[in-house]
């Protein structure tokens, strides 16, 4: 659609400078254009008003590669991998997670729950079955995890022997008001 408007404002110039050799009618036919267009690109702002303000977030976020807060609302951009990541403190701790609703639980590896100052026993007790197969993991509790400004405390974990990547799970998710993918936004309302 942009591009239509680029194309006919080109046109219009190209028009405008054709007909401005004429006298007369040469003039009312370049303000005709020219009105036209101020017409044209305020319709087109004004339609596409929301729309470029969420570009002007994207933009922010992949500048900074920081969500964007809206009020209450965390916006999340989509990483190149088409992924979400989200920065977030375990017990004070930054740890980067991938969100994933196909998790039932959010797991962190051993080495991140030592830095978080979980306790977690040698005891791997249960098993969970994931993208990779079944493995085994032991169970803990977070004080307190934090995304950006969206804070909840007494997080069940699943803690993984591996150093796979860390991710934030349903049981997360389902503990705020709203979330969800909205085009290349992950939407988290606390």
């Known amino acids: 659609m942009l591009g239509t408007v680029y194309i006919l404002m080109a046109c219009m110039i190209l028009v405008g400078a054709l007909l401005s050799r004429r006298e007369r009618f040469a003039r009312s036919m370049v303000l005709l254009i020219g009105w036209t267009g101020i017409f044209v690109s305020g319709f087109v702002v004004f339609t596409f008003r929301d729309d470029i303000g969420y570009l002007g977030q994207r933009l922010r976020a992949e500048a900074t590669g920081k969500p964007v807060q809206v009020g209450a609302v965390l916006r999340v951009p989509m990483a190149l991998d088409g992924h979400f990541w989200v920065e977030a403190q375990i017990n004070g701790a930054p740890v980067r997670f991938l969100v994933d609703s196909g998790a039932t639980m959010t797991t962190i590896d051993r080495e991140t729950a030592k830095r978080a100052g979980i306790s977690v026993t040698n005891a791997r007790d249960q098993y969970v079955r994931t993208g990779n197969g079944m493995i085994r993991v032991a169970t803990a509790i977070a ?23 860390n991710v934030l ?3 997360y998710l389902s503990s705020l008001q709203r979330w969800g993918v909205e085009g290349r936004w992950l939407v988290l309302q606390g």
């Open 143 to 165: 004080n307190r995890l934090d995304v950006e400004t969206i804070q909840r405390q007494q997080v069940g974990l699943h803690i993984s022997q591996s150093e796979e990547i």
């Open 169 to 171: 799970g349903m049981n």
